[in-house]
């Protein structure tokens, strides 16, 4: 079935108040999902069967939320988007409640750990705890499988009606190499009978396996994690590859130690203290009736409506009322209504009496792509911008030992530039991006770095004396940036501040460098350091919606 088409029946099934606009731009935001992240407007175009004009007016509605970043050619997802995933995995709680758990399982293990919740007649991915080797076993946040070539896929037809079995065939036999099932390779038609019996087991062993039904290679075994009602709340599975153990070994070694962990996990949730919601604000309303007013008939006001409804919900908010969401958007409660009217009917709300409560499907808007993202490819597009807007070169480091190593990096075109690549190391001691790495450190950790061997000097005027470096280090930490000036060498001169994580730690530093000739200090601190400090807080932003979940490596 084509994308087209799909879009065409959910428009025409859908009941009469829904919001076409809303249901167009989800559509869209699939796509993008789907195609790894990235497409030009032309491929969305025929993607979706929209209209060209229709596609600019939803990008350009979706990069003005900072959903997405219209580049000449291209539409990428932005880490901004995540926070609509994070509504769900936020109010979902077991990430924050389990993921420890499951972490150490795959320490203990030293095997892959996923915990997974069903999507209808798939399963999707809520935490992942990976194993670095060089056959890496994992999936993405908010990646779906079919249930039937999972390990946990027969624990969640265990629990299934008539109706749900009736729906799993109906959506087999329109769909049977599993093509919608984007993440995995397409599959010869599932055998209805060897998935119900794998079910009936998996009701009876209370545990299932998965031996190479997903790709050749891949064995699984999966638990269920019930909630103190008694209910399936997700499920714990550990992925392995057949160099390491066969499906039986896999259960013969590994099961105790997983059924031990579901108990553990089942016991944290028993003991987990009651959400307590945030207070909500209600200014989403008055912000998109402003984008309208700006941006005119290019911005789709009931589309980023529709959007912030998904981003009401959170920890505390796990289910709300039509007027629960007219409070926290700021809505009218007919426009809150129509949204979820719309998103009940495309599987993003399930509604039981007047509460509603979003569904893992809002983890394939953009979740998967973005739950990748590395620290420099979160910041690639500001240090572009910067680097368009001070017309000198703008890079990211982290530190190494006693080196900065450069992971991001944007050139200016000029004719006398300042040329460094990713990778290159150089000397902390001697470099703006070192000195605010060093800084961030502990008082103890820089005094046993100072109490080392004198760093060389690289210039003339590099600062190597223990005494002299210690005291620029705490004046770098109290002002919050470095200048340095041809210290690293003769004529090159670069500002720099600090990149923070979630908790306030710093773990990378952003610079602008260029020829001592081009600025003064003072101009350096007056023209540059204030765009510096913007575009270090804009990779913030981003880099703190990206790792509310996940884990971000720094390059």
């Not at 407007?41 to 003005?64: N, W």
């Not at 394939?364 to 973005?370: D, F, I, M, R």
């Not at 003064?520 to 880099?543: F, K, N, Y």
Request: charged share 25%; glycine share 8%.
């Amino acid at each position: 079935m084509s994308p087209t088409h799909t879009l065409q029946q959910t428009e025409t099934s859908a009941p009469a108040e829904a919001v076409a606009p809303l249901m167009r731009g989800i559509a869209v935001l699939r796509r993008l999902t789907d195609e790894g992240g990235t497409m030009s407007p032309s491929s969305i175009e025929r993607a979706t069967g929209l209209a060209r004009s229709t596609v600019d007016r939803i990008t350009a509605t979706l990069a003005r939320m900072e959903y997405v970043r219209v580049d000449g050619r291209e539409v990428t997802l932005a880490p901004h988007l995540m926070e609509l995933g994070n509504a769900y995995l936020s109010a979902l709680r077991l990430p924050s409640l389990l993921g420890g758990r499951a972490d150490a399982l795959a320490g203990e293990l030293d095997e892959s750990v996923s915990l997974a919740v069903g999507d209808g007649d798939g399963i999707r991915f809520v935490h992942q705890a990976t194993r670095r080797r060089a056959m890496s076993l994992s999936f993405r946040i908010g990646d779906l499988l079919p249930a039937e070539r999972t390990a946990p896929g027969p624990l969640l037809a265990a629990g299934w009606d008539a109706r749900e079995w009736q729906r799993w065939r109906e959506q087999r036999a329109a769909d049977p190499e599993g093509l919608a099932f984007t993440v995995v390779p397409p599959h010869a038609p599932s055998d209805e009978r060897e998935f119900a019996l794998r079910a009936e087991r998996a009701r009876h062993d209370g545990w299932a396996l998965d031996d190479q039904l997903i790709e050749p290679g891949l064995v699984a075994l999966a638990a269920p994690v019930r909630s103190p009602g008694g209910e399936v709340a997700c499920f714990v599975s550990v992925v392995s590859h057949t160099s390491r153990h066969t499906a039986a070994s896999l259960r013969d070694t590994l099961l105790p130690r997983v059924l031990a962990a579901a108990a553990a996990m089942e016991q944290d949730l028993r003991q987990a203290p009651p959400a307590v919601a945030p207070d909500s604000s209600a200014a989403l309303a008055s912000w998109t009736g402003a984008s309208k007013q700006e941006l005119g008939r290019e911005f789709i006001e009931s589309l980023a409506r529709g959007l912030t409804v998904l981003a009401a919900f959170g920890e505390g908010r796990d289910t709300l009322t039509l007027t629960d969401v007219a409070r926290a958007t700021g809505l009218a409660r007919a426009t809150a209504r129509r949204a979820l009217i719309t998103l009940e009917h495309l599987g993003y709300v399930t509604v039981r009496g007047r509460d509603h409560r979003l569904t893992a499907r809002v983890l394939a808007l953009g979740y998967p792509p973005l739950s990748v993202a590395t620290l420099p490819q979160i910041a690639q597009p500001h240090l572009a911008a910067l680097t368009g807007q001070v017309r000198d070169s703008a890079s990211l480091a982290i530190l190494i030992g006693d080196d900065i190593q450069y992971t991001g990096r944007v050139a200016t075109r000029r004719i006398m530039n300042v040329h460094i690549t990713v990778g290159t190391r150089f000397p902390a001691h001697a470099t703006s991006m070192g000195r605010v790495l060093l800084a961030a450190l502990s008082r103890a950790e820089r005094e046993t770095r100072l109490a080392g061997a004198e760093p060389r000097a690289l210039t003339p005027h590099t600062v190597t004396r223990p005494d002299e470096l210690r005291a620029t280090l705490e004046r770098v930490r109290q002002d919050g940036y470095a200048l340095v000036d041809e210290e690293l060498e003769v004529g090159l001169r670069s500002v720099a501040v600090p990149v923070h994580d979630r908790s306030g730690t710093v773990v990378a530093a952003v610079n602008v460098a260029m020829h001592s000739s081009s600025r003064t200090l003072e101009e350096c601190v007056r023209d540059v350091l204030p765009r510096l400090r913007t575009a270090a807080g804009l990779i913030e932003a981003d880099l703190h919606i990206t790792e509310r979940f996940v884990r971000v490596p720094a390059m």
